[in-house]
């Protein structure tokens, strides 16, 4: 379906009086209303319409009916216990969003959801809630700073890769190619293009740390590969060699999303920042600065487990658990309208340990499997 039917389709199915207007947030339909009511009492409509059309869909009130900040924040101070330990409240009006950063967002929740509903009666806000590292963290501050700094800039952005996502693209042919642009038959660099002939998504893009005489990148000379040509890079877990590549990507112009957990992008930025500052001890050029780190943070959208999201026109992606470090995840492709399946599991870890549990393995359906088998031998 095209942006246009999408939205006509949404809108079709909701009352016109209490539809102010209808926004794409990537793969997010966003429905905003001056509508008090329909807005605290929309639930089991909207459930309806995602059932039926199987998209994501959030109502938001509109900037002039959203209560006083300040008289926001003392409403949500009053309503959450003082054991969720509140740090922050900030706002981004342009998306009617209440960010609450808390020690123990569970509390801020409350039992089966009662305590979010209640902040959302009573200041007619959406409220996000942040968890606050028990450690504090330049690093998690530093990124929700620049997205929070960057929220303009951000709503712009969802909105474009929103109408790339929805475009219609027509072809009568169907087909799937894979190709390698490093970590197979070696260790590190992993990264593979994945391509349709609406679509082309990168999956991983990891350096080699221990090549640095003209082996530390993936193969991006190939003629396959075209960074201004991608929908998407998807991108496994914080290792270098999985991630290490993405931010000099971005310094050379690539402007589109890149796909990760929150734990990822938190851990990822920490050896991102790492990695420049060793190799300028060793007296080498870093391959990219600290403004490609800022640029992947700023287009970085980040996506629970189980959580599935339209990552291009024919590309649905979803992250399962790896059981290999935190955040670490299975990448499941959906290409098509149930044509093909694609399972991209590296690093993963079937053993359960005291911060992890094993990595899934069961999926509705899988036609192609990537996966590693580095300290495996040929015979294994």
């Avoid at 794409?24 to 429905?31: D, N």
């Avoid at 409350?110 to 690093?139: A, C, H, M, N, Y």
């Avoid at 390698?180 to 593979?192: A, F, K, M, W």
């Amino acid at each position: 379906m095209s942006e246009m039917e999408i939205l006509e389709k949404v809108k079709s199915r909701l009352p016109s009086e209490v539809v102010s207007r209808i926004e794409l947030e990537g793969s997010e339909i966003v429905v905003y209303t001056k509508d008090k009511e329909f807005f605290l009492t929309c639930e089991d409509q909207i459930r309806k319409i995602v059932s039926e059309l199987k998209k994501r869909i959030e109502v938001r009130p509109e900037k002039n009916i959203c209560l006083d900040e300040t008289y926001v924040k003392q409403k949500i101070m009053e309503i959450v216990p003082e054991e969720a330990r509140i740090k922050n409240i900030y706002f981004e009006p342009e998306r009617s969003l209440v960010i609450i950063s808390a020690e123990k967002p569970g509390l801020v929740i409350g039992k089966g959801g009662e305590t979010f509903r209640k902040i959302k009666q009573e200041t007619l806000w959406v409220p996000r809630i942040e968890r606050v590292p028990s450690l504090k963290s330049d690093i998690i501050e530093g990124i929700r700073k620049v997205l929070h700094k960057n929220v303009k800039f951000r709503k712009r952005f969802l909105n474009e890769i929103g109408k790339k996502i929805f475009s219609e693209r027509k072809t009568n042919r169907n087909w799937i190619r894979i190709i390698p642009l490093g970590g197979y038959r070696e260790v590190g660099r992993s990264c593979t293009l994945i391509e349709t002939p609406k679509s082309k998504v990168l999956v991983d893009c990891g350096v080699n740390v221990g090549g640095l005489n003209g082996n530390l990148l993936p193969y991006f000379q190939t003629k396959e590969f075209d960074y201004t040509e991608l929908d998407a890079i998807i991108v496994s877990h914080a290792h270098l060699d999985h991630c290490g590549a993405v931010p000099m990507l971005y310094e050379h112009g690539y402007d589109g999303p890149l796909y990760m957990t929150t734990p990822t992008i938190d851990l990822a930025v920490l050896l991102w920042l790492d990695f420049i500052d060793v190799m300028q001890r060793n007296g080498i050029n870093p391959i990219f600065t600290a403004r490609g780190v800022k640029e992947a943070v700023k287009h970085c959208i980040t996506l629970e487990y189980n959580e599935v999201s339209d990552v291009a026109p024919d590309v649905r992606l979803t992250f399962a658990n790896a059981g290999h470090i935190l955040g670490s995840a299975l990448i499941h492709l959906h290409i098509g309208e149930g044509m093909h399946n694609i399972l991209y599991a590296c690093d993963q870890k079937f053993g359960r340990t005291t911060l992890l549990d094993p990595a899934q393995t069961k999926f509705q359906r899988i036609e192609t499997l990537i996966t590693e088998a580095t300290y495996g031998g040929v015979d294994d």
